[in-house]
C-alpha cells in the first residue's frame, strides 16, 4: 500500500497480477496492478513500514533496500535521473506470499508526474480508472 503525504494523501494499493490475468508482454511475477509512479529528477523520501511482519522494500536498480518492520518507521530517499520502468521484490522472507510481493515504479517527467497526481487527488483510484 502507497500513500503519497505530501499530496493529499492519495493513496492506493499495489498488487502482483496473477499468472493467468497477465498480458503477453507482461512479466510473470513482477508486474503489478497499480505502478508507483514518481518524478524524475526529484530527490525522493520513503517512508516504510509493515502491519504484519518484516518486509524488505527493495528495488536493486536504484540501490535502494529498506525493512518494513511492524511499530517502526523507516527512512531512506533516491535520486532517479531518467524515465522507466524499476521493478523490484519483497527481500526479507515473510511468509507464504514473500515470492508474489513485487514492486514497480514507474519514473516519468515532473510535469506528468503532476498531471497524474493531480487526476488522483480527492479521488479513490476506483473512481480515477
Ligand atoms: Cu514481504 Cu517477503
Redesign the pocket.
Known amino acids: 500500500s502507497y500513500e503519497y503525504s505530501d499530496f493529499n494523501n492519495v493513496e492506493f494499493d499495489s498488487y502482483m497480477i496473477p499468472t493467468n490475468e497477465i498480458s503477453i508482454d507482461g512479466f510473470r511475477l513482477l508486474d503489478v496492478d497499480n505502478r508507483i509512479v514518481l518524478p524524475m529528477n526529484s530527490q525522493i523520501r520513503i517512508l516504510v513500514t509493515a502491519a504484519d511482519?518484516i518486509?524488505?522494500w527493495t528495488i536493486p536498480a536504484l540501490g535502494v533496500k529498506v525493512d518494513?518492520t511492524p511499530g517502526r518507521l523507516n527512512q531512506t530517499n533516491f535520486f532517479i535521473n531518467r524515465p522507466g520502468l524499476f521493478y523490484g521484490q519483497?527481500?526479507?522472507?515473510?511468509?507464504a506470499?514473500?515470492s508474489f510481493?513485487p514492486i514497480v515504479i514507474e519514473s516519468v517527467p515532473v510535469n506528468y508526474f503532476i498531471k497524474w497526481i493531480s487526476n488522483n487527488v480527492n479521488s479513490s483510484l476506483d473512481d480515477w480508472k
Do not use: A, F, K, R
Open positions: 511482519v518486509h524488505s518494513g519483497c527481500s526479507e522472507i515473510c511468509g506470499n514473500h510481493m
